[in-house]
């Protein structure tokens, strides 16, 4: 089992930068492929970015060269890096840690970021 709680979230006016964080509690943290995901009203959830266990990372084409996914396991963290932010950045950011092959699914609560123009 494996609980997030995200952090990080404000609001900062375009072309700003936030940093997104998730602490995560449980055993095994290492062993999860972790990812962002974000839902703007009327949307459906998106994927922001993603890192396997092995450091392989992902990102969705809105926000390439723009984030950054990171990760700590000592710490059992991970980092959304937002950089040149948008007002369609808008949302509500959530953190996810997940394994195919047990079949293990975890999601945080969300943390909201809102851009102005």
């Known amino acids: 089992q494996v609980q997030l709680v995200e952090s990080g979230g404000g609001f900062v006016q375009s072309e700003g930068s936030l940093r997104l964080s998730c602490t995560a509690s449980?055993?095994?943290?290492?062993?999860?492929?972790i990812a962002w995901y974000r839902q703007a009203p009327g949307n459906q959830r998106e994927l922001v970015a993603k890192?396997?266990?092995?450091?392989?990372?992902n990102y969705g084409d809105s926000v390439a060269g723009r984030f950054t996914i990171s990760r700590d396991n000592a710490k059992k963290m991970m980092y959304l890096q937002m950089n040149s932010l948008k007002p369609e950045d808008t949302a509500v950011y959530y953190c996810?840690?997940?394994?195919?092959?047990?079949?293990?699914?975890?999601w945080g609560q969300g943390t909201q970021v809102t851009v102005s123009s």
């Open positions: 996810n840690a997940y394994h195919l092959g047990l079949r293990r699914d975890y």
């Open positions: 449980g055993n095994n943290f290492g062993i999860y492929s």
């Open positions: 890192i396997t266990s092995g450091g392989h990372t």
